[in-house]
């Protein structure tokens, strides 16, 4: 019994690509949505200037370490002294 | 006598005694064991020899006369009789055949990542004698390894991950549109070499053949990996240096398709400028593929799950050093593998079949067709309504990340030197990797 390939290669391109833009349909509807209600009620500019300021928050933090070890070391050079 | 002379002889005696036991037992399991050993070894390792006999059995261990003579009881790698020809020409001139894409990587910079690793293992699988990709040489054992069970592309697809920006796809959802129309050269070509080979004598391809063969049309390595070793390992040397080659060709292949398919009016399209991409929706988007992938298509989830796993590390920002060795460290030895033990199939047998043409033009044929429905797709959807997008950017929806983003751009900027389309493409870019790794899904569902 022969099977007739390019049949069953037509059968497979239509269920493939029935599939794949299904599957990516799917994905962009989803991913509207997503977007939506996450801009909706997790809005991001706020979270951006508080990651933003938190950063520089940091920065200052590790400068003011920085200038606190300094402080330290150069104290006890004097005291070694 | 003194107290610690007493006791250091206590201590002597002991320790004696133990000796004698251990020793004793040792010696007489170890007794009837060396003389069979030495009996053996008398009997098979090593015979004097005259002067002659011995230079002539060293020539005859040559590289040289194995390739002149071939050994008549050799076996390949699968323990199958191979032709003399593939045991003589046939190893010189894949060992040139190495050398030719030692250049391309080296020289023309095509791909050099995979094509030096895979050119070099081609070289060493096509020595005589040695049997480097043999079950036991250690091309064998990296096959073995990591590529009979589809290991290596999988921890390959977490680098990928981890390397992807989902940012621009999120901005403009619909370009994932494209992505899904570059697949087309997948089921395209599948359809083509099945009636091919029905219909002519050209080629004789079965199914599960031209399926791994088609779907070097994705223009993405580690998924035709993935399927060639699933479908038909067989196949694999071709279709990986099939797929890699084509890759590296992109800025050949694809210009000349986007400008028959495109007027320059459709070239100048200006697209709007993106949208700023929260962390969140970074964060859920990997989840909500793989959710989607978990219901629909089950059999796509190693590729899917796994590209996810690394971008979802990545987007999590909290793993910093995770994600760091998974773009790097990981992808990098798993790469010098994965080309090794692609390259064990580049033996003589395997790839100087007349099969290996016929892939070679099936994937050029599959890669042009991906990049012409892209652009098409693009076409269609500037006929409905809503914004318009460049047709360029629909070749960049065959995977291959991110040098067709980089040519859609390139093709813009020919028409308009202020038009950017780098980021935009990038999004059906990765819609592409996700549609191929779906069409990957679809085929092994088929199958299994």
């Keep these: 019994m022969e099977v007739n390939l390019v049949w069953e290669g037509i059968k497979f391109m239509f269920l493939g690509m029935t599939t794949v833009l299904l599957f990516l349909v799917l994905m962009i509807v989803l991913m509207s949505y997503m977007s939506k209600i996450i801009q909706k009620y997790f809005p991001e500019p706020q979270g951006v200037v508080e990651t933003a300021s938190g950063s520089t928050a940091q920065n200052a933090d590790k400068k003011k370490k920085i200038a606190a070890i300094t402080a330290a070391i150069m104290h006890h050079k004097k005291i070694g002294n | ?448």
């Design chain 2, 1 to 448: 006598m003194p107290y610690w002379a007493k006791s250091m002889k206590a201590l002597l005696i002991k320790l004696f005694a133990v000796v004698m036991l251990f020793g004793g037992v040792a010696l007489m399991a170890s007794a009837p064991h060396a003389q069979a050993e030495t009996a053996v070894q008398q009997e098979d390792t090593y015979k004097s020899q005259g002067m002659f006999e011995m230079v002539g059995g060293f020539i005859e261990s040559t590289g040289i006369y194995a390739l002149i003579n071939p050994d008549p009881n050799e076996l390949n790698a699968h323990g199958e009789k191979m032709s003399d020809f593939h045991k003589s020409w046939g190893r010189v001139i894949m060992i040139l055949v190495t050398f030719l894409m030692f250049y391309l990587a080296i020289g023309k910079g095509f791909e050099p990542l995979l094509l030096l690793p895979i050119g070099f293992g081609g070289l060493l699988a096509n020595i005589p004698v040695a049997d480097i990709a043999g079950p036991h040489g250690f091309l064998g054992v990296i096959y073995q390894a990591g590529l009979a069970n589809e290991l290596f592309p999988i921890i390959i697809f977490m680098g990928v991950g981890a390397m992807t920006d989902f940012g621009p796809l999120l901005s403009n959802p619909k370009t994932a549109l494209l992505g899904g129309a570059a697949q087309f050269g997948i089921f395209g070509t599948l359809v083509g070499a099945v009636a091919l080979s029905q219909y002519t004598d050209i080629f004789d391809f079965t199914l599960k053949q031209a399926s791994a063969i088609s779907i070097i049309g994705g223009a993405d390595g580690p998924t035709s990996i993935f399927i060639a070793t699933k479908l038909s390992p067989e196949l694999l040397g071709a279709i990986a240096v099939a797929s890699y080659s084509y890759m590296a060709l992109v800025p050949i292949i694809q210009p000349p398709i986007m400008r028959a398919l495109t007027t320059p009016e459709e070239r100048k399209i200006k697209m709007t400028t993106l949208r700023h991409v929260g962390r969140m929706e970074k964060l859920i988007f990997p989840i909500l593929v793989l959710t989607l992938a978990i219901l629909i298509l089950p059999d796509a989830t190693p590729l899917i799950g796994a590209f996810m796993f690394g971008n979802f590390l990545k987007e999590s920002g909290v793993v910093e050093r995770l994600n760091d060795t998974l773009q790097n460290a990981l992808i990098n030895i798993v790469t010098i593998f994965l080309g090794l033990g692609v390259g064990s199939k580049l033996a003589a047998d395997q790839f100087l079949v007349a099969e290996t043409l016929g892939i070679l033009a099936l994937g050029l044929i599959a890669f042009s067709v991906g990049t012409a429905a892209g652009v098409i797709m693009a076409k269609i959807m500037n006929k409905f309504p809503g914004t318009k997008v460049n047709p360029l950017i629909g070749s960049a929806g065959v995977s291959a990340v991110p040098m067709a983003a980089r040519v859609s751009n390139k093709e813009g900027m020919k028409d308009d030197p202020t038009n950017m389309l780098l980021m935009h493409a990038m999004g059906p870019n990765v819609a592409g990797v996700i549609g191929s790794a779906v069409a990957a899904g679809v085929m092994l569902s088929l199958f299994s």
